[in-house]
């Protein structure tokens, strides 16, 4: 019997589309079920293909064996994330990514993977953590089982992702193949094959879930009023309501405990500089940690100024004759705001998206580190450890588990207030010290989004990816 799991490249069909004034044509074979037992629909996924591949031709130097395979997820907030596909009006849509890569020459594969809010008939959880990585996972195994069959090389997979889904990207390529997976991955009925990729695209992962609320409040203790947008969806179109309010006095009383708290974590980390200096944290937040993320901040401010940006409409930046000579830190802080409240991940209240991730079964959210539930304000459980650290790409760093992505590139906007600095420089700069190939910059005046200098990422893959 032929494996359920076996990719057919028969049943196709095809579209072409004018991207950037240029012709695409492309088949697609979509609705495909990655999972030999799956437990939700949304275990399905979608592959494009240029057209050119069958046809014996290149496209950008790659042909139907060499071509990348690039993985695109939607998952946002933790939320379930669809498979997509060009033109889906779907607001979690990233279908113009799609096109992008197809006439850049890639292979596109986009899988369906669950999230935190779903549920079965019986109204038990199913989307609860690890599920969204297990999907992933599944995904990457139905890939690579289907070497050969599925045009594109599977030993040059890159995943993207924003936000959450930034972290999914991250998580891909830390965990690969790790232990932990094996169990539910076994019961899925997941394709025998591995799950580690070539490359990670990750913007602003919101991830290190665990020591989040403290860099929050390393970056954002003193800083009292907060500013969000309240996101709802009418008619598939996201309505963005502004909200603002102010610390109360007990998160006051939080903060400055949460704040103490990051510089332990950090310097236990023992990250050290591109030349070997050990990057360090004083016990009031100051030092060599805190450097060089504001040097790379005024970086991101000369790049933006060289390239005729007003770098001063943030406070803090300092210009002199055309020369980003000071970011004020406080002064900067205060001017891209505060966005949460304390502690900005595991509220109190259970009612954070990382609250409801850590659920289980039959519960909808849990908290997630000691610290909230210490300080819990409703009857609440403490999610598992060992989950909570297999979810965090940082695991896998500090303790060799798993077969580790060479090639990383993460962004995080400089107006990003979603989760501190701190996080996406832990991780780029751990993954350096580790030996990675890492490309890590702040871009300046971006706020919390993604897949905004595709031409830049994809001539990054394209480096690791054309025949020289
Ligand atoms: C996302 C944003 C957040 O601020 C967060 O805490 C979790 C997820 C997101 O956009 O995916």
């Given at each position: 019997m032929t494996s359920p799991l076996r990719f057919d490249d028969t049943t196709y069909q095809s579209a072409t589309t004018t991207v950037d004034g240029v012709a695409v044509t492309y088949r697609y074979f979509t609705g495909l079920t990655y999972v030999a037992q799956p437990v939700d629909d949304i275990q399905k996924l979608n592959v494009f293909v240029p057209e050119a591949y069958f046809n014996g031709q290149h496209v950008n130097g790659y042909n139907r064996v060499s071509a990348p395979i690039f993985m695109p997820n939607t998952v946002g907030g933790y939320m379930p994330g669809p498979r997509d596909y060009p033109r889906n009006s779907?607001?979690?849509?990233?279908?113009?990514?799609?096109?992008?890569?197809?006439k850049q020459g890639y292979v596109v594969v986009s899988a369906g993977v669950r999230g935190r809010t779903q549920t079965n008939f019986q109204g038990e959880y199913i989307g609860k953590a690890p599920a969204f990585i297990v999907d992933m996972k599944a995904a990457v195994r139905y890939v690579k089982f289907n070497a050969g069959r599925l045009p594109g090389d599977p030993d040059k997979i890159i995943t993207n992702g924003t936000s959450a889904g930034g972290a999914t990207s991250a998580l891909m390529g830390a965990s690969g193949n790790a232990d932990f997976f094996d169990t539910p991955l076994l019961a899925l009925g997941a394709a025998p094959a591995t799950d580690d990729v070539f490359a990670v695209s990750a913007y602003c992962p919101i991830h290190n879930l665990e020591h989040a609320d403290a860099a929050y409040e390393w970056e954002f203790s003193g800083i009292y009023q907060w500013h969000r947008q309240k996101i709802?969806?009418?008619?598939?179109?996201?309505?963005?309501?502004?909200?603002?309010?102010?610390?109360?006095?007990?998160?006051?009383?939080?903060?400055?405990?949460?704040?103490a708290d990051f510089s332990g974590y950090l310097n236990e980390l023992h990250l050290t500089d591109d030349i070997g200096r050990p990057l360090t944290l004083t016990p009031e937040g100051n030092g060599s940690f805190k450097d060089v993320i504001i040097a790379q901040l005024r970086q991101s401010a000369q790049e933006a100024l060289t390239a005729g940006v007003d770098v001063t409409k943030y406070a803090g930046v300092t210009v002199v004759a055309g020369q980003v000579t000071d970011l004020n830190w406080d002064r900067y802080l205060r001017s891209i705001t505060r966005m949460k409240g304390v502690p900005a991940f595991d509220t109190l209240d259970l009612s954070s998206p990382e609250a409801d991730l850590f659920g289980s079964r039959l519960v909808a959210a849990k908290h997630f580190t000691p610290f909230?539930?210490?300080?819990?304000?409703?009857?609440?459980?403490?999610?598992?450890?060992d989950l909570v650290a297999a979810i965090d790409p940082l695991t896998y760093l500090l303790k060799p588990q798993s077969h580790i992505a060479q090639h990383w590139r993460i962004r995080h906007g400089a107006a990003d207030r979603?989760?501190?600095?701190?996080?996406?420089?832990?991780?780029?700069?751990?993954?350096?010290?580790?030996?990675?190939?890492?490309?890590?910059?702040?871009?300046?005046?971006?706020?919390?989004?993604?897949?905004?200098?595709?031409?830049?990422?994809?001539?990054?893959?394209?480096?690791?990816?054309q025949p020289r």
């Open positions: 779907q607001p979690f849509s990233r279908g113009e990514t799609i096109l992008k890569a197809l709802r969806v009418v008619n598939n179109r996201r309505i963005c309501t502004p909200v603002h309010g102010k610390l109360t006095p007990a998160e006051r009383r939080l903060s400055p405990i949460l704040k909230a539930q210490d300080h819990t304000a409703v009857t609440s459980q403490l999610a598992d450890a979603d989760t501190s600095f701190a996080i996406p420089m832990i991780l780029a700069t751990k993954l350096k010290n580790n030996g990675k190939d890492v490309d890590f910059t702040f871009p300046w005046a971006t706020p919390h989004s993604g897949d905004y200098d595709l031409p830049e990422l994809f001539s990054w893959i394209d480096n690791l990816c």
